[in-house]
């Protein structure tokens, strides 16, 4: 009933190719939008923004940029956390090198260079596959950290081998470093976001996704029909990482503030991965829901004792946490192995039939 | 009947009276980034049983401080600098009157904020060492002494106080290849150009603190004169075990403060004789300070150490509890000058800058020979007590030394220059001028 397609004719082929040939699926994301753009900002607090809304949209960003590569061209990879540091750090060095440069530019910018380093480390892929493929990115992720680390030019030969977010404008307004608000950075990493996701999805369903599906699904089949393999398993790289790249920079600059080498360690290049797996590989809303999942429910979690006045400590809280996150990932991938965009499409589905299933 | 109801009247009153001061009277917030989980657990949580503990017995045996209860919260990070954010930013919505980050990664995110969200950071014998420049960082204090102290006493205790007779010798410098052990590199480097030595960096990495077999290999070929040690958790008990593996002499092989961690030393036992420590504190159970926290807090059952295992007696854990007592004694300084028991953050400020614990409070505290006297200034907020360099004897931890004495005229010019340097690259950046002293 709320979701009913009768009566909505697609006349044209314009229409039949729309982004939302269903009007439903239009309104809940304007919905979702005005959520996002009105709702939030004048309800959350500074907690809010930036324990739960900006790592979010980031995360969802980074696993935006790994899905594309996973889930839509097939090729696994273990580096997304490296890719994201190589992000960062060139946004640092151009920051630093060029005081003068627009952030926006600066931080566009700077995904060039992961994209780059991961196209190099995506040429293997041209003769090693699935598993292969992966030792072949973790050399990756091994190597860039190890760079962060002992390569000083990186971070401005500073004492702690730290890299420092200056504080920048943005016309007038300061957008990174102490002195912007939560809510400012929120806006940005939003716009951001927004744009990148826009450009993501018609990508993926125009040409060049069909070609990377058809890589992921049967790669001698695609090279039959004339498919140029390497053009699209590189171009995967290409998109991927330049999307990875961004979100580091948003992560450091937008949001940490600071980081050194081991925050880009393999930790965060799983949790990426889980955040596309759980979220569904092959989807673009799948990254938002399992960053959802994955980086704001646990800080929702941690406050339940409290409100229920149970005397737990700290310590035990952050144990409870672990178990129940890994119990719900164990258990939304028992329900629905094909991650939580597939759930949703099944709800979506059903509401559509519904009150008649056949 | 008449009586019954003066009597409700009367207790009603009385009621009142007693709850409206209680709700006035609010708590002071003085939450901890703990980390009882992840890598660093093992010394961390000693620490962090320690401040909870002293603060708990401030709570029990004088009712909090100046009549006013302590709230010490715990946050746990986990070492994790994302965990940081989320604690700090929970914290400061709570109330909290202080951040106290545990951790470089997280304190160099929350450094630059404290001076736009006006909280005092307390980062006790942490942090940066240019922290000490109050007029730079007017919100950041790490007493009672800084890593650049450290070294420079360190330096001065091997050397036999003439830094000269080091010439053409090789020390190197076991790390944690974190900022945090990179911190004292800066000041061993000048040392080393002007006194004629030569500083081996030896970094280990996150991932081998447990088996540092490379390094000690590289220090096996190397044979340094000394062992510098800069590690934290598991590194530490990984790099005297290779160390003993290895053979290195014991008598050269020197910690800084984080390694004075008996369990690290217990599982060799007799075998790291000879290995020392610079450390600010030395533990003493039978302290009356001790004493008082082992009678209302231990004994009633409020402590979560290990008593087993114990911890009781430990250098950690007693670090632990002096560090909450200087933060009582800032608490106690804020509440003297603003006049009033319930402070807020500005006015804890200036309570740490006005920590002054010499000999007779110390003795007042029941904390003798515990740690050296210091006292902070506006200008100066690492207070830079001295320290002694304890000895393992096969057990437990001796004094070797009497206090040492940091070179100033070597630290101070670096930190103006590293201070200034923060304040250039995080522009804009106060600058507090009022400072003179």
Known sequence: ???????????????DYALFPVRQDAWLLVFILLLAFVVFPMTANEFMFRAMLTPVLIYSLAALGLN?????????????????????????????IFPEMNIVVAIFLSGFFSAAVGVAFGLPSLRIKGFYLAIATLAAQFFLVWLFQKWAWLYNYSASGAIQVPNIKLFGVTVAGAHATALTQYYFVLCVVCVVTFLAINLTRGRIGRI????????IAAELVGINLMKAKLTAFFVSSYIVGISGALFVFLWRGAAEAELFDIQLSFKVLFIAIIGGLGSIMGNFLGAILIVALPVLISFVPGLLGLPIGAAMVEHLNVMIIGMLIIGFLIVEPHGLARFWAMIREKLIIWPFPH | MRLTIKTAVLATIFAAGLTAPALAQDTLKLPNMSYRTGPFAATGTPHMNGQLDYM??????????????????????GYNTEKGVECYEKMRSEGALVTQPWSTGITLQVLPRTNVDKIPMYAPGYGFSAM?????????????TSYWD????????????????????????????????????????????KHGFELLLVPVGMSEMQSQSAQWLQIRREKPDFVLMWGWGAMNGGAITEAVKTRYPMNQFVSIWWGAHEPDLSLVGDQAKGYRALSWNFADSDSKLMQDVKKYVVDAGKSQINQAGGEFDTTAYQRGILMSVIMAEGVRAAQDLAGTPNIDREQLRGGFENIKLDDTRLAELGATDMMAPFSTSCANHTGHAKAWMIEWDGSKFVKVTDLLTADRAEIDPLVEKAAAAYAAANQPWPINDACTD
């Open chain 2, 56 to 77: 708990t017995m401030l709570n029990e045996r004088d009712g909090g401080i100046n009549g006013v209860k302590v709230q010490f919260d715990e946050c746990e990070t």
């Open chain 2, 132 to 144: 000490q420049d109050g007029k730079t960082f007017s919100w950041a204090f790490n007493p009672p």
């Open chain 2, 150 to 193: 450290g070294a420079s006493m360190i330096m001065n205790a091997i050397s036999g106080d003439n830094l000269d007779s080091l010439k053409g010798k090789k020390i190197a410098l076991l790390h944690l290849d974190h900022p945090y052990g990179k911190e004292p590199i800066p000041l061993l480097e000048a040392l080393a150009a």
């Open chain 1, 1 to 15: 009933m709320l979701y009913r397609v009768a009566g909505q004719f697609k006349t044209s082929y314009q229409a």
């Open chain 1, 212 to 219: 990377w599906k058809s890589v992921r699904d049967m790669d």
């Open chain 1, 68 to 96: 594309i590569l996973t889930g839509y061209a097939g090729q696994l990879s273990l580096g997304t956390g490296a890719f994201m540091g190589v992000g960062a750090y060139a946004c640092y060095k151009l920051v630093t």
